[in-house]
Nanobody
Framework: QEQLVESGGGLAQPGGSLTLSCGAS????????MAWFRKAPGMEREFVAG????????YYADSVKDRFTISRDNGKNTVTLKMSNLNPEDTATYYC?????????????????????WGQGTQVTVSS
């Protein structure tokens, strides 16, 4: 069974930076769209950033654009989310997600229902 393994996260001060990483198996990585979602307490889970396969086209939620950067390393089968200029509203559990390898991997996707693999979640807390 395929799994996504996340790492990173933790505590940051407002204005600080953190980096999240997520790994998938080589068998599927080149054929999937990868994304990060987040869920804050009392809120619904929301899309944060995504990256398509092959050309690695990235796309972002408006709330994180110009502050977060998503990238993928197809050689290491990992996707990374670099978060900068963090603010307390970024506090949430962050989830890595992947679409099905049967889906076209060159099309961006934001709908949670289209992501079939999920990581266990990693906590990001922004506080002074």
């Amino acid at each position: 069974q395929e799994q996504l393994v996340e790492s990173g996260g933790g505590l940051a001060q407002p204005g600080g930076s953190l980096t999240l990483s997520c790994g998938a198996s080589r068998r599927i990585f080149s054929n999937i769209v990868m994304a990060w979602f987040r869920k804050a307490p009392g809120m619904e889970r929301e899309f944060v950033a995504g990256i398509t396969s092959r050309r690695g086209g990235s796309y972002y939620a408006d709330s994180v654009k110009d502050r977060f950067t998503i990238s993928r390393d197809n050689g290491k089968n990992t996707v990374t989310l670099k978060m900068s200029n963090l603010n307390p509203e970024d506090t949430a559990t962050y989830y890595c997600a992947a679409t099905s390898p049967t889906r076209r991997p060159d099309l961006p996707e934001r709908r949670q229902s289209e992501f079939v693999l999920w990581g266990q979640g990693t906590q990001v807390t922004v506080s002074s």
